[in-house]
């Protein structure tokens, strides 16, 4: 079936540092993915919605300086959590849905803390 | 705009009881509904679907219908096990050209051996 693979699982970083997360669909092509953030024993809250190849659309409230999101490839997209503090922490999931058929599929989330 | 709510937790439970939660929907148009799983530490995965009035999504012994009517897709199992203990996601999908889906705040299961 669809796998996405999400990496890293788990990242410490120090408050003004950059963080990278990738997320990659190994063997369908998506078109659109998704990230979300989820505290602790709270639902998923939609970030921002990629598509390939072109700008990413963020949601209300979101900062699309602080969170960038690149989607160059139809099996690539990242995020960038830029000069994080440690309100930035959080776990953050990508989900991809694939361009043929109908299915959305969850990475298994980066877990980011920052000090 | 479209929302789901759900019946909130925690839900505890001995092993071969019954399991039911709860799941309404709000929405335009016809969506499409799902159950998604979250085991600890780990991502979401899709439990099952229904896209269609009167639609039974079933997995792993889980079923859940799709009830216009009453607007509703509450998840049922006949007989838990310690294994399904997890956090459970209702989630709607408008179903249209806008893929995005709505979660709703989940439901966190315990089962007791």
Redesign the interface.
């Known amino acids: 079936g669809a796998v996405v693979s999400?990496h890293p699982s788990r990242v410490i970083c120090k408050s003004g540092t950059s963080v990278k997360i990738e997320c990659r669909s190994l063997d369908f092509q998506a078109t659109?993915m998704?990230w979300y953030r989820q505290f602790p024993?709270?639902?998923?809250m939609?970030m921002a919605?990629s598509n390939e190849g072109s700008k990413a659309t963020y949601e209300q409230g979101v900062e699309k300086d602080k969170f960038l999101i690149n989607h160059a490839s139809l099996t690539l997209s990242t995020l960038t959590v830029t000069s994080a503090h440690p309100e930035d922490s959080s776990f953050y999931?990508c989900?991809a849905?694939e361009s043929v058929g109908?299915?959305?599929?969850?990475?298994?989330?980066t877990?980011l803390t920052v000090v | 705009g479209d929302s789901v709510t759900q019946m909130e937790g925690p839900v505890t439970l001995s092993e071969e009881a019954f399991l039911t939660i709860n799941c309404t929907y709000t929405a335009t148009g016809y969506p499409s509904l799902f159950w998604y799983v979250q085991y600890p530490g780990e991502g979401l995965q899709l439990l099952l679907k229904a896209t269609k009035a009167d639609d039974k999504g079933s997995n792993k012994g889980f079923e859940a219908t799709y009830r216009k009517e009453t607007t509703s897709f509450h998840l049922e199992k006949g007989s838990v096990q310690v294994s399904d203990s997890a956090v459970y996601f209702c989630a709607l999908s408008p179903g249209s050209n806008d893929y995005k889906l709505s979660f709703g705040a989940g439901t966190t299961v315990t089962v007791r051996a």
Do not use: D
């Open positions: 999400q659109t998704f024993k709270q639902s998923l939609l919605t999931i989900s849905r109908y299915g959305y599929t969850f990475g298994s989330g877990r």
